[in-house]
Each structure stands twice: as structure tokens, then as C-alpha cells.
């Protein structure tokens, strides 16, 4: 069940048997094999003034839980950060172009101690919330495109969460660093990968300490089970996790 902006609730079911997620009361089904999201062209769609879009330079803005509007990454990239009382700081998740963040998704945070840090330039657009869950007038196509569009955007999003929450779960770092770089090998279909964050902020984003996790990475190499070349990463053995 998701909690909306205007304090209504979102029913969402997975379907076991079929791997889908069904949305509201009606059982919405949505495609899990759906990956790609094409964007509309139509010379109808209205046009976007200045205030629709907020350029940001590197560096970070208070995440709007209160704001009735759904934040979409247009260009660039940016990481979602938590930051604690004693100032022990976690990456809660790496926003690329086309992500959606906002308060739905980090309810397991203090809300107030999150913002959104900009690791390149990068522009964002603000959705109103009216706009996705208030069918218009015309029932245009392209809303109907649009709210399709934003579910899967939440079934992929819901995915990464829970891909996140199993990595913080293994007790060591090895294991950490283990079931992430397994994750991002089955991501990219491939035992050769980038890792999308700097090896700081990596560590921030597997809430653990960096020098070592550092030592880890130096035993790992050494014993000949991955390589890594600045952010690019080969696993040598498989199985591993």
C-alpha cells in the first residue's frame, strides 16, 4: 500500500505466479519485462515555462516531502543522501536521467534528514501529483502513457529498494561488497562493470567504513576473485555469492 500526497492510499499486489505487480482496486497490471520509456513527441503535449524545470549545479537541496509534486531526474545525475544526528551519512540511492525520487520512497528514513545531492549538473522536473493520480477531462492518450509510465517507474524503483535493503543486510563486508557487485553484474548481464558512485560514496551507500572496505576490495583482489580499475569492475570467479 503506498500513501499518496493527498493522504489517499495506492493498493499494490505482486502476483507470484506471473512476477507483476497490480495497481488500485481494479488489479492495473503492469509488463515487469517493460524497460524502456519513450518520450512523447507530440506537438499537442503543452510546453514547459522556467519554473517546470529547476537547473541544479553540483551540490544539494532539502528533499520536499511536504511538496504535492513528484520530482523526475531530466539530465544528469544526483544521489539521495541521509544524513543522521551524530552525522553518519548513507546514500540511500544513485538518480540517473529519467529517475523518480521523493518522500514515497525513503518512509524508513528520517525524512527531515534527507536531501538530494547533485553529482553532476543536472536538471529536474517537478510533476504534480494531481496530474498523475486525477484522470482529465479529455482522458488523453498521452496521460494515460504518462500514469503507465510513472507505475512501472514505481515497480523498478521498488526493486532497487529492496536490491538495496538485501545488500545492507549481509553481516560483513566482504559479503556486502560481494552481493553488490552481484547485483550490478546481473544489472549490466555481464561478469565486467562501472560502478555508478566514487569509492567513497560507495561505502556511504553500503553504510560501512571506507578504509575498510578499501582492505577488503586489496583481499579480494589479491586472492584473485575480481579486479578493479577505478570504477570498472571484473568479477574472476563465479559464484561467488
Known amino acids: ?102 518522500s514515497l520512497f525513503y518512509f524508513h528514513a528520517n525524512r527531515g534528514n534527507i536531501f538530494v545531492e547533485a553529482t553532476k549538473d543536472c536538471s529536474v522536473r517537478f510533476i504534480d501529483y494531481d496530474h498523475l493520480i486525477k484522470r482529465c477531462e479529455n482522458a488523453c492518450a498521452h496521460h494515460s502513457q504518462l500514469v503507465n509510465n510513472v507505475l512501472i517507474m514505481i515497480q523498478e524503483k521498488t526493486k532497487q529498494v529492496c536490491e538495496h535493503l538485501e545488500v545492507l543486510s549481509q553481516r560483513s563486508i566482504r559479503d556486502r561488497l560481494l552481493c553488490y557487485f552481484d547485483i550490478l553484474s546481473r544489472q549490466n548481464n555481464s561478469m565486467t562493470f562501472e560502478i555508478p558512485f566514487t569509492i567513497t560514496n560507495m561505502a556511504d551507500y553500503l553504510s560501512i567504513d571506507r578504509s575498510a ?29
Do not use: C, W
Request: proline content about 5%; charged content about 25%.
Open 1 to 102: 500500500m503506498f500513501s499518496l500526497s493527498d493522504q489517499d492510499t495506492l493498493p499494490v499486489t505482486y502476483h507470484t505466479p506471473t512476477g507483476v505487480f497490480l495497481f488500485g482496486e481494479d488489479g492495473v497490471q503492469v509488463s515487469a519485462d517493460t524497460t524502456v520509456y519513450e518520450k512523447q513527441t507530440d506537438d499537442s503535449l503543452p510546453s514547459l515555462t522556467s519554473q517546470d524545470i529547476e537547473h541544479l549545479q553540483e551540490g544539494g537541496y532539502p528533499d520536499t516531502s511536504d511538496s504535492p509534486e513528484a520530482p523526475d531526474t531530466e539530465s544528469g545525475s544526483a544521489s539521495v543522501v541521509h544524513e543522521s544526528v551524530s552525522g553518519t551519512r548513507t546514500i540511500l540511492e544513485n538518480l540517473l536521467e529519467g529517475d523518480i525520487f521523493g
Open 213 to 241: 572496505m578499501s582492505r577488503e576490495i586489496g583481499k579480494l583482489k589479491d586472492e584473485k576473485i575480481l579486479d578493479l580499475n577505478k570504477r570498472k569492475v571484473t568479477l574472476l570467479k563465479t559464484d561467488l555469492f
